[in-house]
């Protein structure tokens, strides 16, 4: 059984770096031909898929997000990671990790962490 979970800070001042991170167990980020991807959604709108990084390392941007998104792994902890920079409170929300490819939309991945709400706020 595969599981994630978030992890990183629930309040993050306007114009700093968000910055989470998605440990996975029960299975590796490495393996062919799966996919580890962000995924937030604000409250009372709809999820917003922000990017996502293969087995093999490629990643993949929202193109609405490209600017400010940065997302990486390490392999030796089975974790991959997130960093938004320049946020606002328009990008207060709850963020999740889960599996799944870019090409899929958000209802078809299959395991997911439980989520962490991030709050931009001074």
């Known amino acids: 059984q595969v599981q994630l979970e978030e992890s990183g800070p629930g309040l993050v001042k306007p114009s700093q770096t968000l910055s989470l991170s998605c440990t996975v167990s029960?299975?590796?980020?490495?393996?062919?031909?799966?996919?580890w991807s962000w995924i937030r959604q604000p409250r009372e709108k709809a999820m917003e898929w922000m990017g996502a990084?293969?087995?093999?390392?490629?990643?993949y941007y929202s193109p609405s997000l490209k600017s400010r998104t940065s997302i990486s792994r390490d392999t030796s902890k089975n974790q991959f990671t997130l960093q938004l920079s320049s946020v606002t409170p328009e990008d207060s929300a709850i963020y999740y990790c889960?599996?799944?490819?870019?090409?899929?939309?958000?209802?078809?991945?299959?395991?997911w962490g439980q989520g962490t709400q991030v709050t931009v706020s001074s």
């Open positions: 889960a599996r799944g490819a870019p090409e899929l939309g958000v209802g078809e991945y299959d395991y």
């Open positions: 990084i293969a087995y093999d390392g490629s990643i």
């Open positions: 029960g299975g590796s980020i490495t393996a062919n031909y799966y996919y």
